[in-house]
């Protein structure tokens, strides 16, 4: 093959990309990275973002929960990461109390943003934090707002559980999303909610949903990757996936994950919640 025979490379995805995905209904794939070579071959499979997630506070680092986890950590990460992708959208997490006001949400991000490359900075909940996510929107910095099931919530919601049952908390949970969407948020991913919940937000809003545990109709899904190659410790929460077994190499299981978002069969019943 010569080399002008070579496919082109991808074209990076951006952030206004992330609602002609929407509006395209193409699904969008997303997994959580923390090094480069797990973020390289990712990117090549062509996923459309990876996410620096708090959660190495848990798989890496082997915390119980992600409260320890500090900017400076997530700073190293997301350099990390972001030197091994090319064309993914690079999303890092902000860390428990790190954005507790508004300047130390700019401060935070701005580290993500400036010495970890990432393009757009996570955060959980609404309510509260609907003025760190104007504040962050309006100084250009992409916001990803996290709802539903909050990990950095653990000790008030006294455990990991499904979040928007009954018809009171899933009216709270829809103002919540159309709130962060006000607030400038570009992205939302919702975690532990129940089908039909997931489904009725995702279709109310302009911005894409992003769900994991929280069923398929969302406009794409994220997986932790340690769950999706089956070596994460601890239980195994029922919206995970080992795709490791039918990919049969660690490359495999990831573009089995990215065939399995797109055309639509994951997350199946198994893998996710009745109201
Ligand atoms: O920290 C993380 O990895 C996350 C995902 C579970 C969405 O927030």
Redesign the pocket.
Same mark, same amino acid.
């Given at each position: 093959m010569y080399a002008g025979d070579a496919a082109p490379p991808r074209k990076p995805v951006t952030v206004p990309m992330l609602r002609e995905f929407k509006r395209d209904r193409q699904r969008i794939t997303m997994l /959580?990275a923390y090094d480069a070579s797990f973020a390289a071959a990712m990117d090549e499979a062509g996923i459309d973002a990876v996410?620096v997630? @708090?959660?190495l506070g848990n798989v890496v680092q082997g915390r119980r929960t /992600?409260l320890p986890v500090t900017v400076d950590d997530m700073v190293y990460h997301c350099a990390a990461v972001s030197r091994g992708l090319k064309a993914a959208l690079l999303v890092g @997490?902000l860390p428990f109390q790190s954005y507790a006001t508004p300047d130390r949400a700019l401060d935070s991000s701005h580290r993500l943003m400036a010495e970890g490359g990432a393009a757009m900075v996570?955060l959980e909940g609404a309510g509260p934090l609907l003025e760190c996510i104007e504040f962050l929107t309006r100084r250009d910095i992409p916001v990803c707002a996290?709802l539903g099931l909050t990990?950095q919530s653990v000790r008030k919601m006294g455990g990991y559980r499904v979040q928007g049952r009954g018809d009171e908390a899933a009216a709270r949970l829809r103002a919540d999303a159309l709130a962060i969407q006000d607030a400038g948020a570009e992205l939302l +991913?919702l975690?532990c909610v129940p089908n039909a919940v997931a489904a009725a937000i995702t279709a109310e809003l302009q911005i894409p949903v992003i769900g994991?545990g929280a069923g398929v109709a969302c406009d794409g899904q +994220?997986l +932790?990757m340690h769950d999706m190659l089956g070596v994460a410790m601890g239980r195994r929460p029922r919206f995970v996936k080992d795709f490791l077994g039918e990919g049969g190499s660690i490359r495999g299981a990831i573009r089995a994950y990215i065939d399995a978002v797109r055309d639509g069969s994951f997350p199946d019943a198994e893998h996710s919640y009745e109201s």
């Open positions: /959580t996410l997630g @708090d959660s /992600t @997490d996570k996290h990990p +991913v975690e994991i +994220v +932790v």
